[in-house]
């Protein structure tokens, strides 16, 4: 029997509408038994609910591309009404309160799931805060333990894991007194079975824009991205050239393309400002 493929994620590599040139497209043509299970705006909460359904099934040879998003985006009950929205809903560091991004969009950009998103956030707002108040310190460092568990499954069951991490750690950023890097926290080395990336993807994707134009983005603002995958078709290409490496366990230091675009071709600018500006970056 051929061995799986199987890629877990969020925006970064959703194939919602998405051209060939995209890496997880043409790893396909690769493995065409690859299925993407990636989906836009969530997070590993959902991700490894998904994972865990697979993992009696995994076997000798398979594969696990793995991106790690925020693990502040909860898997809310109300999976159907927030699809592909569950980063609306999120935690403020600052405010130390949940919030809905939809909150002050102007009215004329509201639609109808965005009012029900509204008041599915109003009605559960309280029960959300003190969830995210219980479980702050193990969201903080929840990214570490996954990847840990990543690990010692591609041990365990002899299977190659391939994992990415997104964004910096919350922790540093709402000042928390669990000051834990990936670095120091994981002295994993790469093996036959298992490749971390030591980069993030979040900044290989914010730095394709020239430097002089990276103060034009604006956090307080709610920015489209006009890429697939949030990557330009190059470095979509040095992704798939270094995945491929590391499924095959070949030397390969992936020198991603930056400082090559101008801001507006990148980004759009929306006139949703943002009342309680908070850091991040994609939706």
Sequence with gaps: MENKVLIFGDSYADPNNCPEYTWHKRLKKIYPNARNFAESGTGPHYTFSLFY???SKLKKGDIIIFLLSDPFRIHWPAHTLLHRELS?????GETKETECAFYDYPENLKNSKHIKIINYYNEYKKEMDFFYK???????????KNISF????SQALNLKVIV????????????????????????LNNNINFHLCDQLLSTISHNEVYKDELHKYNNNLRQGDKRRNHLSPKNHDIMFEYILSAIHNYPFVPSFKKHFLHYDEVYQENVHVKSNPIQYIYE
Aim: without cysteine; negative net charge.
């Design 53 to 55: 359904e697979k993992i």
């Design 88 to 92: 609306a809903i999120r935690w403020n």
């Design 134 to 144: 219980t479980y702050m310190k193990e969201l903080e460092i929840s990214n570490e």
């Design 164 to 187: 990415f991490a997104l964004f910096p750690q919350l922790g540093n950023q709402f000042d928390s007194d669990i000051e834990i890097t990936r670095s120091s926290l994981l002295k």
């Design 150 to 153: 990543l690990y010692a499954i």
